[in-house]
C-alpha cells in the first residue's frame, strides 16, 4: 500500500509538471509572437542616433520601456546562466579531463 501512495503522489506531480510547462509555452508563443525584440532594438536605434533631440523625459520613458520589454523577453528566452546542461538522452554529463602536458 506504500508503494500505491508513493505512486499516486509521483503522478499528480508529474501532471502539475506538465500542466505548468503546456501553460509556460502558451506563454512563450504569445510574448514571443509580440515583437519585444524588434522593438527594444528599435528604442536603442532612438537612443543610439546623435542627430536626434531627445529631451529628458522621452530618454527616460524609452529607456523605462525597454527595461519592461527585456524582462518580458527574458519570460521567453530565458538566461544563459539558467540553462541545464545534459548529456544525450537527458543523462548526467560526463566531463573528462585530459592533461596536454605530455602531449
Not at 508513493?6 to 503522478?11: A, D
Not at 538566461?79 to 602536458?101: M, W, Y
Request: proline share 0%.
Amino acid at each position: 500500500m506504500g508503494g500505491r501512495e508513493s505512486l499516486g503522489v509521483n503522478v499528480a506531480k508529474t501532471r502539475a509538471q506538465e500542466n505548468r510547462a503546456i501553460r509556460q509555452e502558451a506563454l512563450r508563443e504569445q510574448l514571443a509572437g509580440q515583437g519585444h525584440v524588434q522593438h527594444v532594438v528599435d528604442i536603442a536605434t532612438k537612443l543610439c542616433d546623435l542627430d536626434s533631440h531627445l529631451d529628458h523625459l522621452a530618454v527616460t520613458r524609452l529607456k523605462s520601456a525597454a527595461d519592461i520589454k527585456m524582462k518580458l523577453i527574458g519570460k521567453y528566452i530565458g538566461d544563459v546562466k539558467a540553462v541545464e546542461i545534459t548529456g544525450e538522452g537527458g543523462e548526467a554529463l560526463t566531463i573528462n579531463v585530459q592533461s596536454f602536458k605530455d602531449a
